[in-house]
């Protein structure tokens, strides 16, 4: 976890979103907390982190989710390097398919 980010309130959001039970929730929460571009910039990131994984290339990616390569680069740097978010997340949503 990086401590540059956790603070009291990160802590409470973290611990609002583990709260949710239903996806119904789940959706009221973000359309409450999140302006339209917020939502659809985090869900644009997790398909181009499905799209990497699944070894596409990043002009197709870059094509089919209207994303920068510099979003792309990012979340490919996230899946190599980072706190392994991206995959923990892509692992189980493979699993539950």
């Not at 609002?16 to 409450?32: G, H, I, Q, R």
């Not at 985090?42 to 596409?56: D, W």
Request: hydrophobic share 35%; charged share 25%.
């Amino acid at each position: 976890m990086n401590s540059k980010l956790k603070d009291e309130n990160t802590e409470t959001l973290i611990k609002a979103v583990l709260s949710l039970k239903t996806p119904e929730e789940c959706w009221n929460f973000f359309e409450d907390l999140c302006t339209v571009n917020e939502l659809k910039s985090m869900s644009q990131r997790l398909a181009v982190a499905i799209m990497l994984k699944n070894k596409e290339v990043y002009t197709d990616i870059a094509a089919k989710t209207g994303a920068s390569t510099a979003t792309i680069s990012r979340v490919s740097r996230c899946l190599s390097y980072g706190a392994d978010g991206y995959n923990t997340v892509l692992e189980r949503l493979e699993h539950n398919k």
